[in-house]
């Protein structure tokens, strides 16, 4: 087929059923604007503070972050772009190849559902900047259900709206909107930290070591001790995107991309969102501890009180520019959930209206650190079966893209080799106790796993 008769086809739509034609193919700098958006953005106003919370070491939290971000991006580049570039296709649309489309659909809801919870933190983080000047506030884990404060969950359902009418406008929209927004966002991360320094009345290393010790020692003292040491750190920062990289959901960002240098485009994202944002967020709570003793990670309160007006624009963007692609996710995920001749913006309003409502959930923003590596063990092992069938599955004799060739809308190998790694991640992780994150790369290798043997079994 050729591209000008797939443009046609897919017209106004964002070629979820096909492969993006060259015609719309962008280069890999056009990436690095849209993963600085994502990754500098809102969760980095939530998960630094928590890195304090959780009794993390300065020191610890520096070296474990290089190494661990150094990991994630070598995961997109190697793991994701390559397959990316080769397919063209949504996660969504070759996960319907392997497994079938009613299996496909099982998968698509609860991937959505994940996808709306973390957006639903966002759009929190943002109210609660629109919220400061209007004295309208939250406080985490205290105001479990934000309709105890009717004004700030009607803050949370306009956020919402807004950022859903954006997502729904297609992938060029949410792109544009965070190549506008990233370098500005870092800029005023970086400017939040400084001031931070400044009002602890920083002058030297181990006078910060010593203000951050003792804001870890008054959290803990009020929320119980908790260890987060070097390896934590190294397995959450490379593995809180799990769900995108080892999950392969970024296969429907990067089918876009001309080659896998796309694959490079996390980088910035990564070291001046999930390192350089993430240490200047946890300086502000450091410096609201020593100035009021409020231990409350609030992203609009820490960053008014960093750099004023400046800082709730930002809190409100950043936030917005995490929610927009996530929501764009979720929505083509539900997509498969509408008739074929639905409009390409019905899922994302769908995935928009759920992320909204779970925004009115404060507390879901404060257990970031569980929560990433808690659907990443979820979503994760998929990936691991889109990874055999496009590489293994010539080379040891199954048949690749199973449900397409058998004409099937449910293949069995699929929902096994994902459904028991996953089960048993989740025992480890309720049961046990088990930090989430540890869990990815296990049910990853299990299910990568378990699809060839089954598979194998299958042509024997």
């Known amino acids: 087929m050729s591209d000008t008769a797939v443009e046609v086809e897919e017209v106004g739509g964002e070629f979820e059923r096909t492969p993006v ?15 600085a958006g994502e990754h500098a953005a809102g969760t980095e106003f939530m998960i630094g503070p928590l890195f304090l919370a959780a009794g993390a070491s300065l020191k610890d939290l520096i070296f474990g972050l290089l190494i661990g971000n150094i990991l994630a991006i070598l995961t997109w580049r190697y793991l994701v772009a390559p397959i990316a570039v080769a397919s063209k296709l949504t996660l969504y649309y070759q996960l319907e190849k392997i497994a079938g489309k009613h299996l496909v659909k099982v998968y698509n809801v609860v991937n959505g559902v994940l996808f709306c919870f973390l957006a639903g933190a966002m759009i929190t983080v943002s109210a609660s900047a629109v919220g400061i000047p209007f004295n309208v506030n939250f406080t985490v884990p205290e105001n479990i259900f934000g309709l105890s404060s009717p004004a700030f969950s009607m803050i949370v359902i306009i956020v919402g709206l807004v950022m859903t009418v954006v997502a729904a406008a297609g992938y060029n929209t949410v792109s544009k909107f965070a190549n506008i927004a ?27 070591l010593a203000e951050w010790d003792k804001g870890v020692n008054v959290v803990q003292a009020a929320n119980g001790k908790v260890d987060f ?4 750190i190294v397995v959450f920062s490379w593995l809180c995107n799990a769900a995108m990289h080892f999950g392969m959901a970024d296969l429907t960002i990067m089918r876009f991309a001309k080659d896998a240098r796309a694959g490079w485009g996390p980088s910035i994202g990564m070291f001046l969102g999930h390192y350089m944002a993430w240490i200047c967020a946890s300086f502000m709570l450091a410096a609201q501890i020593k100035l009021t003793g409020d231990i409350t990670a609030n992203p609009g309160a820490m960053a008014w009180s960093a750099v004023g007006w400046t800082g709730i624009i930002c809190v409100i963007v950043a936030g917005w520019t995490t929610a927009n692609p996530t929501i764009y996710r979720a929505g083509l995920a539900f997509q498969s959930l509408f008739p074929s001749n639905a409009k390409t913006y019905s899922g994302v309003i769908l995935a928009g209206l759920i992320a909204t409502a779970a925004g009115v959930f404060p507390a879901l923003s404060g257990e970031l650190l569980g929560f990433v590596g808690f659907y990443g063990a979820i979503l994760g092992p998929m990936g691991g079966v889109i990874f055999v069938n496009h590489y293994l599955a010539k080379k040891m004799n199954f048949t690749q893209n199973y449900a397409d060739e058998a004409q099937t809308g449910f293949n069995v190998a699929v929902l096994l080799a994902w459904v028991i790694p996953v089960i048993l991640a989740l025992y480890f992780i309720f049961a046990q106790g088990l930090f989430p994150a540890y869990a990815v790369i296990p049910a990853w290798i299990g299910s990568s796993v378990l699809y060839v043997i089954i598979m194998k079994s299958k042509k024997s």
Do not use: H, N
Request: proline share 4%; net charge positive.
């Open 182 to 208: 990233a370098p500005w966002m870092i800029v005023v991360f970086a400017a939040c930290g400084l001031s931070a320094l400044t009002q602890m009345e920083i002058t030297s290393w181990d006078g910060l």
């Open 21 to 35: 034609p060259k015609s719309k193919l962008k280069g890999w700098k056009s990436f690095l604007g849209m993963y």
């Open 229 to 232: 040491g070097f390896w934590k």
